[in-house]
């Protein structure tokens, strides 16, 4: 049992009572502190009413927060965010539609068709990018590109004449034999048969 007469001291050495009383009572504590008496119980007593009158007024408060947080429809919140999830789903669908006819404008068109092909079970589990390729291959609006062989690029395949006859060959031969065999080398002779 706590003694009214003698407050306990906090550890910073002010005493409990001291933090919760009004400046007045703590002015008449003062003075009777200076005169060397004891602190009125009268006193005490009156800040421990105050004190107790504090507490109720703020559990009061409390209290009632309380039942408006608990009596406010805990649905609300959930509808909020199922309508904005709502939102966001739609706004998506439109985008992703949108980046599909800019890819695929011959979609414009036939875009009930598409999105019956989309309801199907076959192809629930489609991105909408996939959907509408396999859609229009499957209508065989969009061919394949798929690359063959490549193109040659080796150059004519009819061997290049030399321009010079058989004579001019010959007489080549009989006068510049070095420039005669650097052409034999580098091909720019052909012997015909």
Known sequence: MVDV???SASPEGESE??????PEVVAE?????KAGDKTDPNLLLKSLHEEREKRRVAEERN???EEQINSSDPSEPDEEVGKLKVKLAE???????SEVLELHPQ???IWSDFEEFRTDSDNKGLSMRTA?????VEKGLLEPQRKGLEKPTGGPKVPLS??????????????DFKKYQEMVIKKQIKFSS
């Open 162 to 175: 030399t321009g010079m006859t058989t004579e001019d060959i010959k007489h080549l031969r009989e006068t």
């Open 17 to 22: 009572l001291d933090k919760t009383q009004t």
């Open 107 to 109: 979609l414009k068109e």
């Open 91 to 97: 706004i998506e669908r439109k985008q992703q539609r």
């Open 132 to 136: 509408a390729k396999a859609f229009l």
């Open 5 to 7: 007469n003698t407050p």
């Open 63 to 65: 209290a009632v927060l």
């Open 29 to 33: 504590e003062a003075a009777l502190a």
